[in-house]
Antibody
Framework: EVQLVESGGGLVQPGGSLRLSCAAS????????MNWVRQAPGRGLEWVSY????????YYADSVKGRFTISRDNAKNSLYLQMNSLRAEDTAVYYC?????????WGQGTMVTVSS | EIVLTQSPGTLSLSPGERATLSCRAS???????LLWYQQKPGQAPRLLIY???SRATGIPDRFSGSGSGTDFTLTISRLEPEDFAVYYC?????????FGQGTKLEIK
């Protein structure tokens, strides 16, 4: 079964750091670009970051540029998002999503809450 | 940045009716990179339409997409009870890969 499973969310204080992981299974992870997308409570979807299959191309939303770092380990079939200098407005469910013809596979999401 | 504006914000219809959702872009979007998603409460988004008009795997043929340039449309021909949800358009041809703000399709 093709699957993405996020982990690493939780409660963190403003200014703190968190590292999210996304474990892929059921497909050749190294062949696909990957994304992080987030959704604040009761709000719409916001694209956060993209990394190509070979790690040669990386993009970020302006709202996270300089604070978040996307990475991947193709040997471990895993995608990561290192989040530093977290703010209250970063509170959201974070999804990883495979880029194929569209973002065709999504994980179930992991909740990140930034609060003191 | 390409801004996607969806209308209406909320659409109230009855099962069996036809739904027409709009997505307008602030600048031209390659049709190859225009997507539509459905999202139900507590669930991840589900890809419905890619390339502006192609149905994703397993999507019923009552869902159809059309449009080009800056104007795109998602049509649901005959609403089923399970179709009441929030729908988003997205472009991923030019970073940042922006989403529209969503259209909530609710039961009248």
């Amino acid at each position: 079964e093709v699957q993405l499973v996020e982990s690493g969310g939780g409660l963190v204080q403003p200014g703190g750091s968190l590292r999210l992981s996304c474990a892929a299974s059921g497909f050749t992870f190294s062949a696909y670009g990957m994304n992080w997308v987030r959704q604040a409570p009761g709000r719409g979807l916001e694209w956060v970051s993209y990394i190509s299959s070979s790690r040669s191309t990386i993009y970020y939303a302006d709202s996270v540029k300089g604070r978040f770092t996307i990475s991947r380990d193709n040997a471990k079939n895993s995608l990561y998002l290192q989040m530093n200098s977290l703010r209250a407005e970063d509170t959201a469910v974070y999804y990883c999503a495979r880029r194929n013809i569209g973002f065709d596979i999504w994980g179930q999401g992991t909740m990140v809450t930034v609060s003191s | 940045e390409i801004v996607l504006t969806q209308s209406p914000g909320t659409l109230s219809l009855s099962p069996g009716e036809r739904a027409t959702l709009s997505c307008r872009a602030s600048q031209s979007v390659s049709s190859n990179y225009l997507l539509w998603y459905q999202q139900k409460p507590g669930q991840a988004p589900r890809l419905l339409i890619y390339g502006a008009s192609s149905r994703a795997t397993g999507i019923p043929d009552r869902f159809s997409g059309s449009g080009s340039g800056t104007d795109f449309t998602l049509t649901i021909s005959r609403l089923e009870p399970e179709d009441f949800a929030v729908y988003y358009c997205q472009q991923y041809g030019s970073p940042p890969y922006t989403f529209g703000q969503g259209t909530k399709l609710e039961i009248k």
